[in-house]
């Protein structure tokens, strides 16, 4: 009896000492077999150690139930264990109101189904397969008009619940920190010329038409917003990204912010690397280094190649352009490809002189109203309200590739 009491002890101090590093199923093993070998003699103590068993296997699930859900709360990526894409958002969307969008009356007006989360936007994570360039001379190292790289993905993300927002614009400045050796006079000042802008938040949108028949068929439903939405609203984002928005209270796309470049060079290649090199951390004294270049697919694709013009050998430096995993570098700057900044020129930047900002999460809405009712179709809108804040003006460069 003695030993069978000192048993139990011992099985108490494991399970309380030792409850995290054990399995449940491993600790209710131990109380089965305990409770067997005992035969009832310890009925009480028995229940008693189930019940603040179960009770502590309760309060740790709870904790983890909490921790999971602080983990993966929309928009956060810090310590997130997955980052669900776009697209993964939007078919779990669709499919959680299949049974809404199978049974929607004619001439209904519309069918709201928020997306609770943005997701990862970028086209690697929405489209596996998609390479934005590869290391050869065919046709997909060429890029189609619905680009496979974003450049809002390539900027720093920030989000508001404003109508605008209001950031400090850097206009040069004056003086610098430096040594001080004599007690006698001041210390070095340094000014910042820094002024208020306000970007205001624009609409981003798009539609698409589809027979009603569709509906009936959730999973191709799926695949077809998926690819047809996403790549025009990404689309978009581009020419927003680089021209901005003109109208009542515009904001200011990369383009009309970027300096104009002021070096000496006359190779495609030679301007690219100067400019970001040479110029922004010239002009910005250090504080921006260069991370991007935008070029249009075909000029990618012939600084890339660059041959000589009387031998046809690939000549440049070693290093100074370089195709890695799927992307192509000219010294050291990820190229963006992208048709809309058009043939013969390019833009180089510091992404972080730039902030992308969302206001609303893409919202996805089905439509069906009586001149759609009567074709038998269904409309469905996709729109987000994005802006953009652009800190510095120089450390940004624009220019032809070749010298005019």
Do not use: C, H, P
């Given at each position: 009896m003695e030993d069978l009491k000192k048993e139990l002890e011992g099985l108490k101090t494991d399970i309380m000492q030792n409850f995290e590093q054990k399995s449940k199923t491993d600790i209710q093993s131990a109380i089965d077999a305990f409770e067997t070998k005992s035969k009832g003699v310890y009925d009480l103590e028995v229940k008693n150690l189930q019940a603040e068993f179960e009770k502590k296997s309760d309060a740790m699930q709870a904790h983890l139930d909490k921790l999971d859900l602080k983990i993966n709360a929309p928009g956060r990526t810090e310590g997130k264990l997955e980052?669900?894409?776009?697209?993964?958002i939007l078919a779990e969307t669709i499919e959680a109101n299949a049974d809404a969008i199978r049974t929607s009356k004619k001439g209904m007006a519309e069918l709201n189904f928020e997306m609770k989360a943005v997701g990862d936007m970028s086209i690697g994570a929405n489209f596996p397969g998609a390479t934005p360039f590869v290391q050869e001379v065919r046709n997909p190292m060429i890029e189609t008009p619905y680009n496979r790289v974003w450049l809002a993905d390539l900027l720093p993300q920030g989000t508001s619940s404003g109508n605008s927002i209001i950031y400090p614009k850097e206009n040069g400045g004056e003086g610098a920190a430096g040594l001080w050796l004599d007690p006698a006079v001041d210390k070095p000042q340094m000014d910042f010329d820094l002024t208020s802008q306000s970007a205001f938040f624009k609409w981003i949108a798009g539609i698409v038409v589809v027979d009603r028949e569709m509906l009936d068929d959730i999973p191709f439903l799926t695949s077809y917003l998926q690819n047809k939405m996403l790549i025009s609203l990404k689309t978009a984002e581009n020419s927003f990204v680089l021209n901005g928005a003109g109208g009542t209270n515009p904001v200011q796309g990369?383009?009309?912010?970027?300096?104009?470049?002021?070096?000496?060079?006359?190779?495609?290649?030679?301007?690219?690397?100067?400019?970001g090199w040479g110029q922004i951390v010239e002009d910005t004294f250090d504080f921006y280094q260069p991370t991007t270049t935008v070029l249009t697919p075909r000029d990618a694709v012939a600084v890339g190649l660059n041959k000589a013009a009387g031998s046809g050998e690939y000549d440049l430096p070693n290093g100074s352009v370089a195709f890695a995993n799927g992307r192509l570098t000219v010294g050291g700057l990820t190229v963006a490809p992208t048709t809309q900044i058009g043939?013969?020129?390019f833009?180089?930047?510091?992404?972080?002189?730039?902030?992308f900002v969302r206001r609303m999460q893409p919202e996805l809405r089905m439509f069906e109203d009586a001149a759609l009712a009567r074709r038998n179709k269904v409309m469905f809108r996709i729109e987000e309200r994005v802006t953009m804040a652009i800190f510095n003006n120089q450390a940004l460069v624009k220019g032809?590739?070749?010298?005019?």
């Open positions: 980052v669900k894409s776009f697209n993964d990369l383009l009309a912010a970027a300096t104009a470049y002021d070096g000496t060079y006359t190779a495609a290649v030679d301007r690219i690397i100067d400019s043939t013969g020129n833009l180089t930047f510091d992404r972080n002189a730039v902030m032809a590739l070749a010298a005019v």
